[in-house]
């Protein structure tokens, strides 16, 4: 790493901070588990035989890098004489971001010895990634899903099943995200000697939020290089939905050295904040401890998790990662929230502007963009990451918008 | 030395093991929480366990998990629990630990929990969800209050972070008997006599067992090496029924009383 890319502090420290937030907080059970988990990630860090491994599989495999456009349709929709690019994630295999850790996880599991993968998933992206890694591995799969989010996010429950994975139905609580992680972690303490935990995003217990951050972190170097390539310049603002925070993190990563970039990530507005449901954290949680870390979570004032809602299952979720929350503290990004409609809306922009269906989530950072991208100077270079794409979605945008197959119209809700 | 303590090395001192029932606060409801908390304790409990409702428990298994959840439901607030545990500690019951995820300390405000527990007439506390490095800032709250902080071993708990985790216990170190969550098992983890041996001999204060025990037979056999045992899942599970439900936890209460008692001295810990 050199010196214009470095982060701009080491973080997280030894103990898994980030300032105030991070750490561990889990069962004693698992502490065993996450300290070797830690030590065998160091040791691979310095692997070069492992890297080389990694970026083969992420080039021959996921089919990285993934390409940069330039959305010149959506750019002018938004304010002639600015240029937004997308960096195309979901582009990947898979069809979403999530593919890079799973890779280097599956990579990671497999090093350990371990011949079991669990992994939680709230819009499917990373069950699938998961699943995908497994059967190509030859490792056992297992993902717990939400019973809502099966039922919201179908296709993707299928092609699990396709790659041979099996999904376990979640039916307790909130039966989204939260509860799937439960599960997963739970299922990860009765089976420690057999099973790796492939936790998906930037949350959970020290190694997970750096271990994923740097799996995830491709994302912006690649961004960098390729927008240094077609522009000569770093770009003036990047924006990326957040859920957990792995493709958020992933592209701003590279970025967070270079001041004069404004990086800003985007939470699930839901039906508005006004409303209570969204998953909105920073707009409306406080620091608490979820799934082995310390960070922003939606919670009542016993410290109860709150419910959380978003039309996207992947930012429906109520925390965020602990790295976040540093830089949110430090300043260093800024957090809004997009609504339902918004990012319906912005779906439908991308859609017709420039014939890309993206996923819910990622159209929440779009829908950002198209909002306040209007007050952008001209000649302003807008980097976007559209971190999945919208096929798991179409039913879920069908029905938002009264879709009758039979006659091939739209009839919105009131 | 605390009361919590005295309770269990009483209990060794008459040739028994403690018995420490667990229950869920507020589960199947109110009323009925409350009177199996006194049954389990008339039925000779040497300290009760109660559970604080929480959203996410990470280490429970089904029954607790669904307990918890049905609580909320019906409106199980921290403050009714405390108040509870305020009305049953007011004369003549064993001393209480307070099962409860580290969030709902932290977001309470660590050093306003401690009172509040304190005020509510409990010896001690217990996040099962804090592993004994983020431990240092609660343990000052909870001495400050005079409250015992219970610590978990679990199997897989190493010989190098043992003396971290039970050299600084307060009350009894609790040894969590499987690898997994909470939950009724069939069978007794193969090893688990001599494990608790290993943590007896590095711990100042007595150990109890939990996780997965039930019946009498198998409190009887981890009686032969633990100073105590938690039973918890059996409980609630047998609370959760809707013929007379009290009697029911009562029989099971007692029988487990029964299998811990008269067990004889036991072995002085060899490190």
Known sequence: MNASTAPEELVPDSRGYFGRFGGRFVPETLMTAVGELTAAYERLERDSAFHAE??????????RPTALYLASRLSAHVKPGIRIYLKREDLCHTGAHKINNALGQGLLARRLGKRRLVAETGAGQHGVATATVASMLGLECR?????????????????????????????????????????????WITNLDTTHYLLGSVLGP????????????????????????????????????????????????????????????????????????????????????LHGCMSYVLQDEDGQIRPTHSVSAGLDYPAVGPEHAYYQDRGRIDYV???????????????????????????????????AGKSLPEGSIVLVNLSGRGDKDLQTVAREKGFTPATGTFAPRP | MSL???????????????????????????????????AVAVAGADAVEIGIPYSDSLA???????????????????????????????????????????????????????????????????PPDLPVEEWCALAGALAEHGLDGIRLVAPTTTQERLPAIVGSATGFVYYISRKGVTGVQ???????????????????????????????????????????????SALV???????????????????????????????????
Request: hydrophobic share 45%; aromatic share 6%; net charge neutral.
């Open chain 2, 60 to 126: 429970d298994g089904p029954v607790v998990q669904g307990a918890y959840h049905r609580a909320i439901e019906r409106g199980q607030t921290l403050s009714r629990t405390l108040e509870m545990v305020g009305r049953l500690t007011r004369d003549g019951f064993p001393p209480v630990i307070l099962m409860v995820a580290y969030n709902v300390i932290f977001r309470v405000g660590l050093s306003r929990f401690a009172a509040l527990a304190r005020a509510a007439g409990a010896s001690a506390v217990l």
């Open chain 2, 186 to 232: 069939s069978e007794l983890p193969e090893g688990l006599e001599e494990a608790v041996r290993r943590v007896r001999a590095a711990s100042p204060v007595p150990v109890a067992v939990g996780f997965g025990i039930s019946s009498p037979e198998q409190a009887a056999a981890v009686g032969r090496a633990a100073d105590g045992l938690v039973v918890g």
């Open chain 1, 337 to 371: 929230a997009a609504t339902d409609s918004q990012a319906l809306a912005a779906f439908d922009s991308l859609a017709r502007l420039e014939g890309i269906l993206p996923a819910l989530e990622s159209a929440h950072a779009v829908a950002h963009v198209v909002e």
């Open chain 1, 54 to 63: 990694f970026e083969r599989l992420l080039r021959d495999y996921v089919g």
């Open chain 2, 237 to 271: 599970k047998a609370l959760d029924s809707p013929a007379d439900p009290i009697g029911r936890v009562r029989a099971l209460a007692t029988g487990l009383r029964v299998a811990l008692t008269g067990l004889g001295p036991l072995p002085p810990s060899t490190p």
């Open chain 1, 206 to 289: 020290h190694p997970y939020p750096r271990m994923v951050r740097d799996f995830q972190s491709v994302i912006g170097s690649e961004a960098r290089r390729q927008l240094m390539e077609a522009e000569g310049r770093l770009p003036d603002w990047i924006v990326a939905c957040v859920g957990g925070g792995s493709n958020s993190i992933g592209i701003f990563h590279s970025f967070l050295e270079s001041r004069s970039v404004k990086l800003t990530g985007v939470e699930a507005g839901g039906q508005g904040l006004a409303t209570g449901l969204h998953a909105a954290r920073f707009a409306g949680g406080s620091p608490g401890v």
């Open chain 2, 4 to 38: 919590l303590t005295d309770a269990l090395r009483l209990a060794v001192a008459r040739g028994d093991r403690a018995f420490i029932p667990f229950l869920a606060a507020g589960f199947p409801d109110q009323e009925t929480s409350e009177r199996a908390l006194r």
């Open chain 1, 143 to 187: 993902v717990y899903m939400g019973t809502e989010d099966m039922e919201r996010q179908a296709p993707n429950v299928f092609r699990m099943r396709l790659l041979g994975a099996e999904v376990v139905p979640v039916d307790t609580g909130s039966k989204t995200l939260k509860d799937a992680i439960n599960e997963a972690i739970r299922d």
